[in-house]
């Protein structure tokens, strides 16, 4: 009983020790503050970000065909849980019917 709170002790301060050497110092007094600012004709500051415009139609008809090329794969998907529930089901059948003959047996 004696190791085992000795041995969580021991792992606790270990673990605080680690904590407190991870903290970073405070910044002394004596020091100068360091204040960073952009350089005053900095050509990335000034120039907007662009982007090229495409038409409206153009990301209509990409959006359909991907949302077309959605519903098949979705369909797809269906028609395979559905194939796979239709199985479950037969064996559960073969199942209660294996049951039946085996209590009548």
Same mark, same amino acid.
């Given at each position: 009983?004696?190791?085992?709170?000795?041995?969580?002790?021991?792992? %606790?301060?270990?673990?605080? #020790?680690?904590?407190? !050497? *991870?903290? &970073? +110092?405070?910044? /002394?007094?004596?020091?100068? $503050?360091? %204040?960073?600012?952009?350089? #005053?004709?900095?050509? !990335? *500051?000034? &120039? +907007?970000?662009? /982007?090229?415009?495409?038409? $409206?139609?153009?990301?209509?008809?990409?959006?359909?065909?991907? !949302?077309?090329?959605?519903?098949?794969?979705?369909?797809?998907?269906?028609?395979?849980?559905?194939?796979?529930?239709?199985?479950?089901?037969?064996?559960?059948?073969?199942?209660?019917?294996?049951?039946?003959?085996?209590?009548?047996?």
């Amino acid at each position: 009983m004696r190791v085992s709170k000795f041995l969580s002790l021991g792992v %606790i301060t270990v673990f605080t #020790a680690f904590g407190v !050497l *991870a903290q &970073s +110092p405070a910044p /002394t007094s004596s020091a100068a $503050p360091i %204040i960073v600012s952009p350089a #005053a004709g900095s050509a !990335l *500051a000034a &120039s +907007p970000v662009t /982007t090229p415009h495409t038409s $409206p139609e153009l990301d209509f008809t990409v959006e359909i065909n991907l !949302l077309q090329e959605l519903k098949t794969k979705n369909e797809e998907t269906l028609k395979k849980q559905q194939a796979a529930l239709e199985a479950l089901d037969q064996l559960q059948k073969d199942a209660d019917q294996i049951r039946i003959f085996t209590k009548r047996g």
